[in-house]
C-alpha cells in the first residue's frame, strides 16, 4: 500500500474512532477546515502537501465522505477518488 492510501486510511479511522465530529475537529488531525470556498458546507483534512480528504458533516456524528482531490490553489481542483 502506498502512502497515499495509508494516509487515508488513517485519516478516516480517526475520525471514525472520534467521540463526536465536534472532537475530531478540536483535536486537528489532517488540519480539519472547511472548504466553503470550494464547496459548500464540506470539509477537508490533509493526507499529503497536495491531497485533501473531502467530506460533509451529516449531523454531530455522521459525516459522508465524498472523495480525495488533489488541489494546487486557484480552485483548480482533480478528484482522485471522487
Known amino acids: 500500500m502506498g502512502s ?5 486510511v ?3 479511522g480517526e475520525i471514525e474512532n472520534s467521540e463526536s465530529f465536534s472532537k ?5 488531525h ?7 470556498n470550494i464547496f459548500s458546507n ?3 483534512v490533509s493526507i499529503s502537501a497536495n ?3 473531502v467530506f460533509v ?3 454531530q456524528n455522521t459525516v459522508e465522505l465524498k472523495g480525495v482531490i488533489d488541489y494546487h490553489g486557484n ?7 471522487p
Open 24 to 28: 475530531y475537529l478540536e483535536y486537528g
Open 75 to 81: 480552485n483548480k481542483i482533480n478528484w482522485l477518488i
Open 10 to 12: 488513517r485519516r478516516i
Open 57 to 59: 458533516s451529516l449531523n
Open 4 to 8: 497515499l492510501a495509508r494516509n487515508i
Open 42 to 44: 464540506h470539509y477537508a
Open 51 to 53: 491531497h485533501r480528504l
Open 30 to 36: 489532517g488540519k480539519p477546515h472547511l472548504i466553503d
